[in-house]
């Protein structure tokens, strides 16, 4: 033999699925997950959403069959994402701090039928400005303290609807502490906040705006406040300044393209880090596998393992239901 390798072999470790499965370093788990979801107006109403197979929006009454579904397979938390009517979107978006609005319609009836799931209430203008940007804007300029203010009025609301979990994602500078000392004011001392910290100007939110119909209202991009995708040091430092101003979790987001940036912000921060596995990616998943491409649960599940493996102590993902389905599957 014209090789010296002392003997040592890596594959007597993979050598049965009782080894591997003994010397699995990483493990996705349904506690892992927290699955986003689009709530609209009306009474058992469902709409898919063309651009995501498998994903629909539902009127509150089915919302809450699938936070059912969701508690019963462990998932420990739902990210909720109304579609406001084109009529009450205006410039100012004014009814993001109406405590009448879908969005807290949809906390309180939740709150009320299945209390054992977490919610996580996005925070941002875009699904209320009829420009569907995350902020106000004057003279196509995105203001940031002006639409600081209207965040921490939407944050409060929410929390008074029940909100567990305030997700701000419109990357204004300084909402973070804008929002814990809203919250803190209003008594929500208890209420916690995840950032997205590192939110990038990403192509792959295509199919969400389609879900929440907002693309079709966006005026230009997001590029003045949604960061460079060419960007790490400046990642780092936006995640810093949000843990800084007081978040309690942090996020990634994009997920598979950006999962370097998870590594390394969970190994310079040592805090609970989010990936958000966004619309686009989740999407090129299904459309894969409507090809015959892929297989959508083996891709799905390795995707998400490997968000595991890069340091996240949870996912956001649209697959949210089905992995949890598939774990407890794998289980019986
Ligand atoms: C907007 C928001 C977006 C997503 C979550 N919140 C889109 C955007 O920034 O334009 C994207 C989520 C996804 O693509 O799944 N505040």
Redesign the pocket.
């Known amino acids: 033999m014209g090789f010296d390798h002392k003997g040592i072999r890596m594959r007597r470790l993979r050598s049965a699925p009782w080894i591997r499965e003994m010397l699995s370093e990483t493990r996705l788990s349904p506690a892992d997950l927290i699955w986003?979801l689009f709530v609209i107006e009306g009474q058992n109403a469902r709409e898919a959403v063309q651009s995501m197979p498998g994903v629909e929006r539902t009127s509150i009454d089915l919302l809450i069959e699938k936070a059912k579904q969701a508690r019963d397979l462990g998932i420990p938390a739902i990210a909720l994402?109304p579609v406001v009517p084109s009529d009450k979107k205006d410039e100012s978006a004014s009814e993001s701090a109406n405590e009448d609005n879908l969005m807290c319609r949809a906390i309180r009836a939740l709150k009320k039928d299945v209390p054992e799931i977490g919610i996580v209430a996005?925070v941002?203008?875009?699904?209320y400005t009829s420009h569907?940007h995350?902020g106000l804007v004057r003279d196509g300029i995105i203001l940031n303290d002006e639409t600081v203010e209207v965040l921490c009025r939407q944050a409060v609301v929410q929390a008074k609807a029940g909100a567990d979990i305030i997700a701000p994602?419109?990357?204004m500078d300084g909402r973070v502490s804008g929002i814990r000392a809203a919250l803190d004011e209003a008594g929500y001392t208890q209420i916690s906040i995840m950032a997205?910290a590192a939110?990038f100007?990403?192509c792959?939110?295509?199919?969400?705006?389609d879900?929440?119909q907002?693309?079709g209202f966006?005026k230009g991009d997001?590029k003045t406040y949604?960061m460079n995708p060419a960007n790490a040091s400046e990642a780092l430092r936006e995640v810093e300044l949000d843990i800084g101003e007081g978040a309690d979790m942090v996020m990634v987001?994009?997920g598979l393209p950006y999962l370097d940036l998870v590594y390394r912000v969970k190994t310079a921060f040592n805090m609970p880090t989010f990936a958000?596995?966004?619309?686009?990616?989740?999407s090129m998943l299904k459309a894969a596998s409507e090809k015959g491409y892929l297989d959508y649960e083996a891709a799905m599940m390795e995707t998400l393992l490997g968000f595991k493996r890069a340091g996240c102590d949870g996912i956001?993902t649209?697959a949210a239901l089905d992995a949890a389905g598939l774990l407890a599957k794998q289980r019986s």
């Open positions: 986003p994402f996005d941002a203008l875009d699904p569907g995350d994602s419109d990357m997205y939110k100007a990403s792959f939110y295509g199919p969400f705006r879900a929440v907002s693309g966006l997001k949604q987001k994009p958000y596995h966004v619309s686009g990616e989740y956001l649209y």
